[in-house]
């Protein structure tokens, strides 16, 4: 199967696998003071160096917290913002991860002012319309490097600068960026990251924190991780992650050659269909493409041959259109029209020619029996 869903998750890399192995027959806990336990402390204390260096903080100017994910993560962010502040608001964007806008609102349900910023036809911010709502009740402003769906990549500079104007703290989704979009963590407060999109093992993410936060723990127990956030570390997750990690800031020139080229390649292919979503501020190894009277579900289920998808892996099964396209400007019609190929390291160009013909194939069936 060609493989095209790289915003849904990331084949494993062959190194992140060999990193891993051996913390399957060393089970020593890291948290003990035995040389068992030493050696998986040493373990993670170089998957920290080797995931800080590649997030752009190799000088310790932040702490990095081990997660679940980066859901686990961004909910950390927001609930912990809240929690430390008399400031009662949160600020953040239209075309979110759901792991920020359902905790917003379940934070609003709880009292919390919440301003949910409509985005432009390109899905950019309007700058003017969040200095308006930025101000100083707000306690943090959301907002991702990188949509997951669209792959739009967001003003962070100009609103980490409006944030910390207002004096509130500013939090980054760099899930889709990490490791392949530059990410100005100068101007974050916060940066929620995950192993599994950069060809890393699933069940491990990070919170960065400058330092500086005084921040309320996640989780108590033991008082692992500085305290806050208690639990035994996995030494097999964390080495795959910081392997992951290593790779992509030694590959990072070579890969964004490499996506560069299918990109151009993939623009030529499938010159009939409209891309959502600007077609300058993005990632290119993020493809959502619309095309008036296909239905992107059923486009699925006919190229069984291919591995791409119509949207967020986490709303798939919904029935509802992508929150994402809605927020555009794109009707339900249009919406239900569009599909999402992620590609990248270990795409080679005969999948992409190869996965265009299926698909444009299908798609031209589809038309001409509508």
């Given at each position: 199967?060609i493989?095209?869903?790289?915003?849904?998750?990331?084949?494993?890399?062959?190194?992140?696998?060999d990193a891993?192995?051996p913390w399957?027959d060393?089970f020593?806990n890291?948290?003990?003071p035995?040389?068992?336990g030493?050696?998986?402390?040493?373990?993670i204390e170089?998957?920290?160096a080797?995931?800080?260096?590649?997030l752009?903080?190799a000088?310790?100017?932040?702490r990095?917290i081990?997660?679940?994910g980066?859901?686990?993560?961004?909910n950390?962010?927001?609930?912990?913002?809240?929690?430390?502040?008399p400031r009662?608001?949160i600020v953040?964007?239209?075309?979110?991860h759901?792991?920020v806008?359902?905790?917003?609102?379940?934070?609003?349900?709880?009292?919390?002012?919440?301003?949910?910023?409509?985005?432009?036809a390109?899905?950019?911010?309007?700058?003017?319309?969040?200095?308006?709502?930025?101000?100083?009740q707000?306690?943090?402003?959301a907002a991702?490097l990188?949509?997951?769906?669209?792959?739009?990549?967001?003003?962070?500079?100009?609103?980490?600068r409006?944030?910390?104007?207002?004096?509130?703290l500013?939090f980054?989704?760099?899930?889709?960026?990490?490791?392949?979009?530059d990410l100005?963590?100068?101007?974050?407060?916060?940066?929620?990251?995950?192993?599994h999109?950069l060809?890393?093992?699933?069940?491990?993410?990070?919170l960065?924190?400058?330092?500086?936060?005084?921040?309320?723990?996640?989780?108590?127990?033991g008082?692992?991780?500085?305290?806050?956030?208690?639990g035994?570390?996995?030494?097999?997750?964390?080495?795959?992650?910081?392997?992951?990690?290593r790779?992509?800031?030694?590959?990072?020139?070579?890969?964004?050659?490499h996506?560069?080229?299918?990109?151009?390649?993939?623009?030529?292919l499938f010159?009939?269909?409209?891309?959502?979503?600007?077609r300058?501020?993005?990632?290119?190894?993020?493809l959502?493409?619309?095309?008036?009277?296909?239905?992107a579900n059923?486009?699925?289920?006919d190229?069984?041959e291919?591995?791409?998808s119509?949207?967020?892996?986490?709303?798939?099964?919904?029935?509802?259109?992508?929150h994402v396209?809605?927020?555009?400007?794109?009707?339900?019609?249009e919406?239900?029209?569009?599909?999402?190929l992620?590609?990248?390291?270990?795409?080679?160009?005969?999948e992409i020619?190869?996965?265009?013909?299926?698909?444009?194939?299908?798609?031209a069936?589809?038309?001409?029996?509508?």
């Open positions: 199967m493989y095209l869903d790289y915003q849904a998750t990331t084949p494993l890399a062959p190194e992140a696998r891993m192995l399957l060393k020593g890291p948290h003990s035995h040389r068992l030493r050696e998986a402390a040493a373990a170089v998957a920290t080797q995931v800080a260096a590649t752009g903080d000088n310790g100017h932040g990095l081990f997660t679940s980066a859901t686990e993560a961004a950390w962010a927001l609930q912990g913002a809240i929690a430390r502040t009662r608001k953040t964007i239209a075309t979110e759901a792991c806008l359902d905790t917003a609102e379940w934070l609003a349900q709880r009292g919390i002012e919440l301003v949910v910023l409509p985005v432009l390109n899905g950019l911010v309007d700058l003017d319309v969040a200095a308006a709502a930025i101000d100083g707000t306690a943090l402003v991702m990188v949509n997951n769906e669209i792959g739009v990549i967001q003003p962070i500079n100009a609103l980490a409006l944030a910390h104007d207002a004096g509130a500013f980054c989704d760099a899930v889709q960026g990490f490791g392949r979009v100005p963590l100068d101007v974050c407060d916060l940066a929620a990251i995950s192993a999109k060809h890393g093992p699933k069940g491990i993410g990070a960065w924190l400058r330092n500086g936060l005084d921040w309320p723990p996640l989780i108590h127990g008082g692992q991780q500085q305290g806050l956030r208690s035994t570390l996995s030494p097999m997750l964390c080495a795959g992650f910081g392997a992951a990690a790779l992509a800031e030694q590959r990072r020139d070579r890969d964004r050659q996506i560069r080229e299918l990109s151009d390649i993939s623009d030529r010159e009939d269909w409209t891309i959502n979503g600007d300058f501020s993005r990632y290119v190894g993020n959502n493409l619309r095309r008036a009277g296909v239905d059923r486009l699925i289920s190229v069984r291919v591995a791409f119509a949207g967020s892996a986490c709303a798939s099964g919904s029935g509802r259109p992508s396209l809605r927020a555009v400007g794109l009707s339900e019609v919406a239900r029209s569009s599909i999402r992620g590609f990248g390291r270990y795409t080679t160009q005969e020619e190869q996965a265009a013909s299926l698909i444009n194939q299908a798609a069936r589809q038309l001409e029996w509508a």
